[in-house]
């Protein structure tokens, strides 16, 4: 029986999570998740449906510094659950074609039949040129080594500006598809049903330059029972992490507990921040990716 491997990456904010929210609960067979998480406490796994086994690993990217754990990973949930799928989502500041050769390697050296199925790239358009100017061929790693590629938050920019980032994205990557409409519009079946009329392409990573390992150029920072919040609170706070003064947050995530006893998942990026209510108690935390993070001054935001 083959066990297929579908990669779904996106720099850091994406929309990766939720992406795999829709898709998870519709897909047909056995399925298992790999979450990366690039600092040293997961959040995005504590989002996904509990039935759904779940192998989390902190702490650096399964790129380069946790390679070992992800190969163990795999070779684990293949062999405990016998799963259809893996479903794998990297650390927002992963490079794909490296995550390619790694997962080509493990079904190289396994008894099992692993193969991979799709790279899903998404693309936060509202983001595309400041991160194409920030971080160059780092970004567009995971652009150029898509088959598919879905755009997020189109509500952020014109029409007009739009096609144009399109037509950008299309100079990186010539042959993968792209769905040139917001998929968050479309259920999982629907999503499911595009990825499998999707042609099957060879599955080869793109000659790259030799880039900077992700733990040179970011660092992380991370908070265990951050303290309680008010509403207000949550939205001041979120506006002012684009204030220099806590360094180059490039995201921030996390869940909190209001004093009104519920508890919220935030999301922030540079580009655009938003909170929701979650439906049980989790425990909280809160994660900041960036540069030159002034870590001071996070915690005396977020601690109690």
């Given at each position: 029986?083959?066990i297929?491997?579908?990669i779904?990456?996106?720099?850091?904010?994406?929309?990766?999570?939720?992406?795999?929210?829709?898709?998870?609960?519709?897909?047909?067979?056995?399925?298992?998740l790999?979450?990366?998480?690039?600092?040293?406490?997961?959040?995005?796994?504590?989002?996904?449906?509990?039935e759904?086994?779940?192998r989390?690993i902190?702490?650096?990217?399964?790129?380069?510094?946790?390679v070992?754990?992800?190969?163990?990973?795999?070779?684990?949930?293949?062999?405990?659950?016998?799963?259809?799928?893996?479903?794998?989502?990297?650390?927002?500041?992963?490079?794909?074609?490296?995550?390619?050769?790694?997962?080509?390697?493990?079904?190289?050296k396994?008894?099992?039949?692993?193969?991979?199925?799709?790279?899903?790239?998404?693309?936060?358009?509202?983001?595309?040129?400041?991160y194409?100017?920030?971080?160059g061929?780092?970004?567009?790693?995971?652009?150029?080594?898509?088959?598919?590629?879905?755009?997020?938050?189109?509500?952020?920019?014109?029409?007009?500006?739009?096609?144009?980032?399109?037509?950008?994205?299309r100079?990186?990557?010539?042959?993968?598809f792209i769905?040139?409409?917001?998929w968050?519009?479309?259920?999982?079946?629907?999503?499911?049903?595009?990825?499998?009329?999707?042609?099957?392409?060879?599955?080869?990573?793109?000659?790259?330059?030799?880039?900077?390992?992700?733990?040179?150029?970011?660092?992380?920072?991370?908070?265990?029972?951050?303290?309680?919040f008010?509403?207000?609170?949550?939205?001041?706070?979120?506006?002012?992490?684009?204030?220099k003064?806590?360094?180059?947050?490039?995201?921030?995530?996390?869940?909190?507990?209001?004093?009104?006893?519920?508890?919220?998942?935030?999301?922030?990026t540079?580009?655009?921040?938003h909170w929701?209510?979650?439906?049980e108690?989790?425990?909280?935390?809160?994660?900041?990716?960036?540069?030159?993070?002034?870590?001071?001054?996070?915690?005396e935001?977020?601690?109690?």
């Open positions: 029986m083959s297929y491997i579908n779904i990456s996106g720099f850091l904010g994406a929309g990766k999570t939720t992406f795999l929210k829709k898709i998870i609960p519709k897909m047909k067979g056995k399925v298992v790999i979450e990366n998480e690039f600092g040293d406490i997961g959040v995005d796994g504590d989002l996904i449906p509990k759904f086994p779940i989390e902190y702490a650096g990217c399964i790129c380069c510094s946790v070992q754990d992800f190969r163990k990973a795999i070779e684990e949930l293949a062999l405990e659950y016998k799963p259809d799928h893996i479903l794998i989502e990297p650390s927002g500041v992963g490079s794909l074609s490296d995550i390619i050769k790694i997962c080509e390697s493990i079904s190289k396994s008894d099992l039949d692993i193969r991979i199925k799709h790279l899903i790239t998404i693309v936060d358009v509202s983001a595309f040129e400041d194409v100017e920030n971080f061929g780092f970004y567009l790693d995971q652009i150029r080594n898509a088959h598919i590629i879905f755009l997020s938050h189109f509500d952020k920019i014109e029409h007009k500006e739009m096609v144009r980032i399109i037509s950008q994205i100079l990186n990557n010539q042959t993968a769905l040139k409409e917001a968050h519009s479309h259920d999982g079946e629907e999503i499911i049903e595009m990825l499998n009329t999707v042609n099957s392409y060879e599955i080869a990573s793109k000659e790259k330059p030799v880039l900077m390992p992700a733990n040179r150029m970011f660092s992380t920072f991370s908070i265990a029972n951050p303290r309680i008010s509403e207000k609170e949550i939205d001041t706070m979120l506006a002012s992490l684009k204030d003064e806590y360094g180059s947050i490039l995201r921030a995530k996390g869940i909190l507990e209001l004093n009104t006893k519920q508890f919220i998942h935030f999301n922030f540079p580009h655009h921040d929701e209510y979650l439906e108690c989790k425990a909280t935390k809160v994660v900041i990716i960036g540069s030159d993070l002034n870590k001071q001054k996070i915690s935001g977020f601690q109690k």
